[in-house]
């Protein structure tokens, strides 16, 4: 198992919601960071995720061409092929925040061609893409979330959620630092009861608290991760007294009521919310009422055979407990206990993207300091071709970076538990 399959990757989330760890999500630019990704996660042995932001897509399509969806659709052709050489790992593909004005140009081209992908029996090419709605007021962000929803479901997607907005700047694009650091927990209900929890489609959540991208020193901002734990027990609060009607489910047990529920949104919800009432959280029932109310407990049956069996009961506890899976942006400079506790509260995926940049870069700043008189021409002399040719010093900025994602698996826990 290399790149991940739709089935998989629920698995793989499903995993770390019920493990209490998180999978980092690593941003690459180039066939090198995204071998250095797929080296560290081998070496940590941990599954992972593996991203393209909106700028890194168009810089892989070659700066003069500056196309997102061929940039991606290239990194993963890459990806597909290289991966396939780590044979104890799965990774999943992702594509990074995808603001509204860019919608049209990168993540609905690409659920598209993931669409007509599934439509002819294959795996989507990439595994989730995100919808940064944060610069939308919320109602506006979950119609476009709605919508995305629909069409990451018949793309056999995950979509990525974000409420509130992170701060700082990442890829050219800043945001304020201000009260939408914070999410609320009434915005997670709110969410809740527009997207569901599972029967309408899988999404993980970014609720923002505190979070800033980029690389600042500690004590500029205040994470509150405790945040992520209020709108967690909120939500489930809200599924036992009926406020939403929907019952969290594991991932790998939504794939199969997912597409009757699209069909049927409103009619399934409503009979969910019947037999959600009156079911006890975490009770493991649960699960089979819903899919009952969905109409389609055959299809549940039938996803036994499909799917190895593991700790799918557990999933589903984990889900009733921790009804989203979360996201975690902007967590360089944060406090190990910081990471720890945000992981505790439903984490699943922590974006990493300052902290390898500067760990490739570091690297190669050292290379060239120390073989300056190899890597340059000085006084009439010829360098050194085995000091200046790119491999020198990318196999040392790749190794660098490589080591860094081992440390981002062992603080997230996912060291040493990829799937079998
Ligand atoms: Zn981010």
Redesign the pocket.
């Known amino acids: 198992m290399t790149i991940a399959t739709h089935e998989r990757y629920a698995q793989m989330l499903d995993a770390a919601r019920r493990g209490g760890y998180a999978y980092p999500a690593i941003n690459v630019t180039s066939t090198q960071t995204l071998n250095a990704a797929l080296q560290g996660f081998a070496e940590a042995e941990s599954d992972g995720i593996i991203q393209v932001s909106v700028g890194g897509a168009a810089y892989l399509s070659g700066q003069s061409v500056k196309d997102r969806v061929v940039g991606s659709l290239a990194l993963a052709s890459f990806a597909h092929e290289v991966a396939a050489h780590y044979p104890n790992i799965t990774v999943a593909l992702h594509t990074?925040?995808c603001a509204k004005q860019y919608l049209d140009e990168w993540v609905r081209p690409l659920l598209r061609h993931e669409i007509d992908e599934v439509a002819h029996g294959q795996e989507p090419t990439f595994q989730s893409h995100?919808w940064?709605g944060s610069t939308v007021p919320l109602d506006e962000n979950l119609d476009i979330a709605e919508e995305l929803l629909e069409q990451s479901v018949k793309a056999h997607t995950i979509l990525e959620i974000?409420i509130g907005a992170?701060g700082g700047e990442?890829d050219g694009h800043s945001a304020e630092i201000d009260e939408k650091l914070y999410s609320t927990p009434a915005d997670g209900v709110k969410v809740a009861q527009r997207l569901g929890l599972g029967e309408r489609g899988l999404y993980m959540a970014?609720f923002t608290f505190g979070?800033v991208?980029g690389a600042y020193k500690p004590g500029i901002v205040q994470l509150r991760p405790g945040l992520l734990g209020d709108i967690q027990h909120e939500v489930a609060a809200a599924v036992r007294d009926g406020r939403v009607p929907s019952m969290p489910r594991a991932f790998a047990d939504s794939w199969q009521g997912a597409g009757s529920a699209v069909c049927g949104g409103a009619v399934g919800v409503g009979a969910v919310a019947g037999v959600g009432i009156g079911s006890g959280i975490g009770s493991g029932g649960g699960t089979v009422g819903i899919d009952s109310a969905a109409g389609s407990v055959g299809a549940v049956a039938d996803s036994s055979a499909v799917l190895p069996s593991f700790g799918r009961g557990e999933a589903a506890e984990a889900a009733a407990e921790k009804p989203f899976a979360l996201v975690f942006?902007?967590g360089s400079g944060s406090r190990p206990e910081e990471i720890a506790e945000a992981v505790s509260h439903g984490v699943v995926k922590m974006?990493v993207?300052t902290d390898t940049q500067y760990a490739f870069t570091r690297a190669v700043a050292g290379h060239m300091f120390e073989h300056y008189a190899g890597v340059l021409k000085i006084d009439g002399e010829v360098g050194e071709k085995r000091f200046y040719d790119p491999r020198s010093w990318g196999r040392e900025a790749e190794s660098s970076m490589a080591a860094r994602i081992v440390e981002a698996c062992q603080r997230l826990g996912s060291a040493g538990k990829a799937l079998k």
Request: hydrophobic share 20%; aromatic share 0%.
């Open positions: 990074d925040h995100m940064d974000e992170v990442e970014a979070n991208h942006h902007g974006n993207d």
